[in-house]
């Protein structure tokens, strides 16, 4: 079929005075023609309108770009969400995961759907640390499932549990306030594997009525886990460390130690100017970058190569593996720059590394499955003295040896 320009005298809907100009194509033949009243206040111009505003937004309030839309339930509607991250979602994972905003990253609590879920649908349970929300609905392409979002105060899974945050009565707690015994039909919550040192599921079904399935440690295997009938394989249930999942806490671990860290170099740059003539500008200049290098090299060494080098690191304790890294970072910048420095001021140095990579690397405990809640207080009651000693002795012997030269 043909399509052709109507040659008519209609004038343009756009048209100035002089008759001249167009907002668009004129319409053609062959093609149906719209028809009916036209309202005074209609757009004669411009890009077709959007779709009509939700009927759940509110003055003062707004719907989350992950919201897709709403499901009725007898407990009032149920926002709906995309299980495709947009890129707001990346830019603030990116963020958090160089701890900007990372604090404040959370989703609302409460009770959330993906796909068309139904009083059968499944129920998974996660916190509303938002990268945790966004991990397990990432996963959950093609499924149809209700998500119970706790409060466990923008905090992860994991964390939350060994907090206290994500506990059998804050389940329990959701669970009422959102009435789901009144959407489901039947009794069961999936919860995720990590959060077990947290919930006590004897309790739970006393306490709401729904029984606890522990689900797989990993989010992609959620799918999996519900095709199977709710049923974990072995390789499910194991926690994994691997090197990639290692590297990407490495961002966090820096960042926490870089507001400090200006600090220290500060105090390093002023002991580097103390000699015989009390202070030395001079001294600062030629001293410091070199000290303030062997700082650098010991939060390299504990931030990056003790996680990067876990598994082969001897010993247990993380403190006692970034006094190794620090060692070796230590003794670099000694060797790089032994034209200019000897004996005490080259032990300084090193010392001086070995404390902050011995830091930064128990600092890392926290994010490992190596250690557990008692096992990293144990290891700073024995480490920070380490680490306190050696910066000690670092900084006397630096100071010192502008006054044995």
Known sequence: ME??????????????????????PRPLTGLPMASGPVEDDEPCCG?????????????????????????DTPMGPVPLVRTRLNPADRLATIGARLNIGRNDYRVAPGLYGVGSPDPDSPVLVTANYKLSFDTLRRELDDVNAWILVLDTRGINVWCAAGKG????????????????????RHRRLILPQLGATGIAAHKLKKGCGFEAVWGPVQARDIKKFLNNGLKADP?????TFTLAERLLLVPVEISLVLKPSLWVLLAVLILSGIGHGLFSVAAVWQRGPIAAAAYLSGIVAGAVAVPALLPWLPGRAFYIKGLMTGLTGGALVVFFNWSGIRGLEAAALILLAMAASSYTAMNFTGATPYTSPTGVEKEMRQGIPVQILALFVAAAAWVGSRFIA
Do not use: W
């Open 235 to 239: 390789a499910m249930r194991q926690v």
């Open 47 to 71: 890009p077709p309108p959007g779709p009509p505003s939700s009927p759940h937004e509110r003055p003062g309030y707004q719907l989350c770009g992950f919201v897709r839309g709403f499901r």
């Open 165 to 184: 945050t994500l506990s059998t009565a804050e389940v329990i707690a959701r669970v009422k306030s959102v009435g789901l015994e009144r959407i489901v």
């Open 3 to 24: 399509l052709k320009h109507v040659d008519n005298d209609a004038e343009p809907c756009c048209a100035g005075s002089s008759g001249e100009g167009s907002c668009g």
